[in-house]
C-alpha cells in the first residue's frame, strides 16, 4: 500500500463507521462491528479501532458506558 492511499483508507473507513452506526440507531460494540461487516471490506481491527477513537475526539460518535460505539 502506498502512502497516498493511506488518507483515502482512513476516509473511506470514517465513511463506513458513521454509515454503520447511522444505519443500525443503536450502540454497537467494536466486536460486533467488526464482525458484522468489517470482514466484508477488508478493516482490520487496528484500523476500525484507531477510526473509532479519531472520532470519538472529533465528537462525531460517543462510547456508552457499556463501551458500546453511538452517534452523538
Given at each position: ?8 483508507q482512513?476516509?473511506?473507513t ?6 454503520r452506526l447511522?444505519?443500525?440507531q443503536?450502540?454497537?460494540s467494536?466486536?460486533?462491528?467488526e464482525a458484522?461487516?468489517a ?10 479501532k484507531?477510526t473509532a477513537?479519531?472520532?470519538v475526539?472529533?465528537?462525531k460518535?460517543?462510547?456508552?458506558s ?7
Open positions: 500500500m502506498s502512502i497516498d492511499t493511506l488518507p483515502q482512513a476516509e473511506q470514517t465513511s463506513w463507521l458513521l454509515k447511522h444505519e443500525h443503536t450502540p454497537m467494536l466486536q460486533e462491528l458484522r461487516f470482514d466484508q471490506q477488508g478493516l482490520s481491527h487496528r484500523t476500525l484507531e477513537w479519531k472520532l475526539e472529533e465528537g460518535i460517543q462510547f456508552t457499556s463501551w458500546d460505539l453511538e452517534i452523538c
